[in-house]
């Protein structure tokens, strides 16, 4: 029996937990941990969990002695956390973004590397079966080379929302709407299509004057080859209608799930290819529709790849992957220039220090309120 604890007890806990307990003859949650204890003790009450509860997450990992750590808690405390669970010897599910900075990632990669524990990375939407399937129609390579991508990741939160303590400022949220919600995205353009070359992006504030943060930004990435992608990360988008197309050489795929595919006529002008199109919805009819999705599912490779001594399927390259193209948009955003991959270890941008000092600040951070109830969290992306 696995022995799980989950540190960080607000909104994206119950994710975690319900997952956990999907799995009741693998794994036990046997200790929760918030800095406001009657947090974490509510949710043992609501979730009918047999666990202890604790104010300090070091005490635990002492007394609970866990095998595997989920981490909660806002981006600034990532790093601190998943090394010591690491040190206290269990396995750590990291939420989304793995860490603040390049520099915090690297110090998480370091420490796998001494303990022999390792770091799952939070990015439960490549566990959905419209973007799993996507995928297998681009890895098929039915559409040809990738030549452009669309990224809408469109959200929308009101003035209150940076309201929260620790979100709205460069050193605590560690970033916007790029680094905190579009990081879904960005994790699944990254496994979809792999890094660029260069970035060229632009950060705005248009609507939330009590963060330091951006509110919106557009990235352009080029591609070796020539292909470009586009990102738009948004948190002032009515309707969070989002948008993932691959357009390529043979046709455009994109969820949500459509697909054209043109030939061209001897002038250059399009034909629709109807036969291309048949084999593509083929492809998309034969995805075999997953057995857990979301969290229950990146929950189940987890608890598998303890069982079977493997490596969890989305690891600590992954996150920093991710981590580094935000990082990158941030740069070039603020310093209003294109910035060139991979970013080196002397880059301005690579420490957290460097970000809060560098990083474009929009307004000055507002009201700080201790809690909000975590009413309305539900229309998050894919939960
Ligand atoms: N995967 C997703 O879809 C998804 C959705 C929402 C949030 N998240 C991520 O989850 C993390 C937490 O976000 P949230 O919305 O749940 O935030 P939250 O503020 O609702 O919850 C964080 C909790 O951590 C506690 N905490 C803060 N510092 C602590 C410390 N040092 N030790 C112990 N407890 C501490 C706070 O008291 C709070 O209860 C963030 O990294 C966020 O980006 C992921």
């Known amino acids: 029996m696995i022995k799980v604890a989950i540190i960080g007890t607000g909104n994206i806990c119950p994710s975690h937990i319900q997952a956990y307990l999907a799995f009741p003859q693998r794994c036990q949650i046997v200790a929760l941990s918030d800095i406001y204890p009657e947090k974490a003790q509510e949710r043992v009450q609501q979730f009918n969990l ?31 956390v998943a090394i010591a669970a690491m040190e206290a010897g269990a396995n750590v599910v990291c939420e989304k973004p793995m860490a603040s900075s390049l520099a915090e990632c690297d110090r998480m990669i370091e420490a796998e590397k001494r303990t022999g524990k390792w770091i799952c990375c939070v990015a439960q ?43 709205g400022t460069w050193e605590k949220e560690g970033g916007g709407c790029t680094l905190n919600h579009a ?41 070796a080859g020539g292909a470009l992608a586009q990102i738009t990360s948004s948190v002032i988008s009515h309707g969070q209608r989002q948008n993932v197309i691959f357009q390529g050489e043979n046709a455009m795929v994109g969820v949500p799930w459509q697909r054209y595919a043109s030939t061209s006529m001897p002038n250059g002008f399009p034909v629709e290819n109807t036969q291309l199109e048949a084999e593509i919805d083929a492809m998309h009819q ?17 608890l598998s790849a303890i069982e079977q001594g493997r490596p969890p399927f989305i690891g600590s390259a992954d996150g920093r992957r991710t981590v580094e193209l935000i990082t ?11 910035v060139e991959l991979p970013l080196k270890t002397d880059d301005v941008f690579y420490t957290t220090q460097g970000i809060v000092e560098n990083a474009r600040h929009f307004y000055k ?3 700080s309120i201790e809690n909000f109830t975590d009413e309305g969290m539900q229309n998050s992306f894919g939960r």
């Open 50 to 80: 047999n666990a202890h509860v604790y104010a300090d997450y070091h005490t635990l990992f002492e007394r609970e002695k866990p095998d595997l750590v989920s981490i909660c808690l806002p981006p600034y405390v990532h790093a601190e």
């Open 125 to 167: 939407n490549r566990f959905r079966d419209d973007y799993m399937g996507l995928k297998e129609i681009l890895d098929a390579g039915l559409i040809g080379r990738i030549v452009h991508a669309q990224i809408d990741s469109y959200w929308w939160r009101g003035h209150s929302y940076y309201d929260l303590w620790w979100r």
């Open 183 to 223: 990081v879904h995205h960005i994790d699944l353009l990254l496994w979809m299509m792999g890094m660029p070359q260069r970035v060229t992006a632009v950060l705005s504030n248009a609507a939330h004057d009590n963060s330091e943060v951006e509110d919106i930004s557009v990235a352009v990435l080029e591609y």
């Open 286 to 302: 034969a995805h075999q529709p997953l057995v857990h999705t979301l969290h229950a599912a990146e929950i189940d490779d987890v």
């Open 328 to 338: 990158a948009i941030y740069e070039s955003g603020s310093t209003r220039r294109t």
């Open 365 to 367: 951070k507002g009201a």
